[in-house]
T-cell receptor, first 113, second 114 residues
Framework: GNSVTQMEGPVTLSEEAFLTINCTYT??????LFWYVQYPGEGLQLLLK?????DKGSNKGFEATYRKETTSFHLEKGSVQVSDSAVYFC????????????FGKGTMLLVSP | DGGITQSPKYLFRKEGQNVTLSCEQN?????MYWYRQDPGQGLRLIYY???????QKGDIAEGYSVSREKKESFPLTVTSAQKNPTAFYLC?????????????FGPGTRLTVL
């Protein structure tokens, strides 16, 4: 079946540091890949997505590249801010007529001033 | 503004009681979903519906029930048969059948069983 594995958190960084959150997946075929962000006490917001190999999704300074050869979709940001503190979820969707998602367990990011 | 609303934000229930969580969307999306979130567990799919009057079980449907009588509404009932109902519940919606379709999430309801 489909599965998503994320690095365990929390990831603790100082402001302006470089961020990488690893995500690898297992799926047959060619899934679409997503990163969602959840701020404390809130629902999930789509951060970025990629639908085919070598696509790069980007938003708000965050980037992730769909690497089929390594089945990975690592999230990166060059300079984090305190306001980026949140839980980040990697997810995949294997298109089969409906749009259900398989999520990783989430990685908490804590950024200090 | 279009979006998804869930109510209430916090809900308390006594053991043995059924409780219904509300989810409404005005995005004109056909598909709607319910997820459960537990600490360190990520999100798990409870039920989903692709169209009015149709719904399917997800990965953890036992102890839950849903209805889809209107396009904009997808209420979730947590029954007394659900052995561990304390969790954060998230509703989402999307346009089904489109490869590019994105799921949009509501703000969630935190259910606590006393």
């Amino acid at each position: 079946g489909n599965s998503v594995t994320q690095m365990e958190g929390p990831v603790t960084l100082s402001e302006e540091a470089f961020l990488t959150i690893n995500c690898t997946y297992t799926a047959t075929g060619y899934p679409s890949l997503f990163w969602y962000v959840q701020y404390p006490g809130e629902g999930l917001q789509l951060l970025l997505k990629a639908t085919k190999a070598d696509d790069k999704g980007s938003n708000k300074g965050f980037e992730a590249t769909y690497r089929k050869e390594t089945t990975s979709f690592h999230l990166e940001k060059g300079s984090v801010q305190v306001s980026d503190s949140a839980v980040y979820f990697c997810a995949l969707r294997k298109y089969s007529g409906y749009s259900t998602l398989t999520f990783g367990k989430g990685t908490m990011l804590l950024v200090s001033p | 503004d279009g979006g998804i609303t869930q109510s209430p934000k916090y809900l308390f229930r006594k053991e043995g009681q059924n409780v219904t969580l509300s989810c409404e969307q005005n995005l004109n999306h056909d598909a709607m979903y319910w997820y459960r979130q537990d600490p360190g567990q990520g999100l798990r799919l409870i039920y989903y519906s692709q169209i009015v009057n149709d719904f399917q079980k997800g990965d953890i449907a036992e102890g839950y029930s849903v209805s889809r009588e209107k396009k904009e509404s997808f209420p979730l009932t947590v029954t007394s048969a659900q052995k561990n109902p304390t969790a954060f519940y998230l509703c989402a919606s999307s346009i089904p059948g489109q490869f590019e379709s994105t799921q949009y999430f509501g703000p969630g309801t935190r259910l606590t069983v006393l």
